[in-house]
């Protein structure tokens, strides 16, 4: 399985106006899927189909969308691929969708019908034999992170939003962080030859 960063997850902040995040989108393709991981928000659906389109990648050639959780600015791009089958935690569909308000629940709900293929996975799945599911449901009860094995890069530690910036890790490494989420997130660390983060450049974890 290889592996690319399509795009670096970030936030477009205008001060006093609207504060949106979009998460770094990682492409994975082995001899019989093309994947992508958190597919990101309606910030950077134009970058995302440049760079897909870039690799001679249609819409309908993606097989498969992974989600460390069900948040827009993660998932909200998994509207524009009919095909994909869509793998989450099993806890997403706990949640009341139409609770988080008159427009946003509208948004889940149209992302939720807009799923034909939905593949839910628990803490310890291994997906397509390479990609490690480790339940982290400090950020959200569906949370996961990933620990990929790959062929190009070696293995990445995707930890998602509970460690989603180089400050976040920086925190935990110098210690300021002692707490479950820090533990977890150094230990997988220690294994990782990359660390990609949701909302930041990705680094080469600290040894």
Same mark, same amino acid.
């Given at each position: 399985m290889k $592996?690319?960063? !399509?795009?670096v997850g970030g936030t477009?902040?205008?001060?006093g106006v609207?504060n $949106?995040p979009y998460?770094? =989108? =990682?492409?994975l393709?082995?001899?019989?899927? +093309?994947?992508?991981?958190?597919?990101g928000?309606?910030?950077v659906h134009? @970058?995302l189909e440049?760079r897909?389109? /870039?690799?001679?990648i249609?819409v309908e050639?993606? *097989?498969?969308?992974?989600?460390?959780?069900?948040?827009?600015?993660?998932?909200?791009?998994?509207i524009?691929?009919?095909?994909?089958?869509?793998h989450?935690h099993?806890?997403?569909?706990?949640?009341?969708y139409?609770?988080?308000?008159?427009? =946003?629940?509208?948004l889940?709900?149209?992302?939720?019908?807009?799923?034909? +293929?939905?593949a839910?996975f628990d803490?310890g799945d @291994?997906?397509f034999?390479?990609?490690? @599911?480790?339940y982290?449901?400090?950020?959200?009860?569906?949370?996961? *992170?990933?620990?990929? /094995?790959t062929?190009n890069?070696?293995?990445?530690?995707?930890?998602?939003?509970i460690?989603?910036?180089? !400050?976040?890790?920086y925190?935990?490494?110098?210690?300021?962080?002692?707490?479950?989420?820090?533990?977890?997130v150094?230990e997988?660390a /220690? +294994?990782?030859?990359l660390?990609?983060f949701?909302?930041?450049?990705?680094l080469v974890?600290?040894?």
């Amino acid at each position: 399985m290889k $592996a690319e960063i !399509l795009l670096v997850g970030g936030t477009v902040d205008v001060p006093g106006v609207f504060n $949106a995040p979009y998460s770094t =989108v =990682v492409y994975l393709e082995d001899e019989e899927h +093309k994947i992508l991981i958190d597919p990101g928000s309606f910030v950077v659906h134009k @970058v995302l189909e440049d760079r897909l389109r /870039e690799k001679g990648i249609r819409v309908e050639d993606v *097989s498969d969308i992974l989600l460390t959780h069900f948040h827009l600015d993660h998932a909200f791009n998994t509207i524009f691929f009919p095909n994909a089958t869509i793998h989450l935690h099993h806890a997403y569909s706990e949640k009341n969708y139409e609770r988080f308000g008159e427009i =946003v629940g509208k948004l889940y709900t149209m992302v939720l019908k807009s799923w034909t +293929k939905i593949a839910p996975f628990d803490d310890g799945d @291994v997906i397509f034999g390479k990609i490690n @599911v480790l339940y982290s449901p400090w950020h959200a009860r569906e949370h996961v *992170s990933f620990f990929i /094995e790959t062929d190009n890069v070696g293995k990445i530690f995707l930890p998602g939003d509970i460690c989603f910036t180089r !400050l976040n890790y920086y925190e935990m490494v110098k210690g300021y962080r002692s707490d479950d989420v820090a533990k977890f997130v150094l230990e997988n660390a /220690e +294994k990782a030859d990359l660390l990609v983060f949701t909302h930041d450049e990705p680094l080469v974890p600290f040894s």
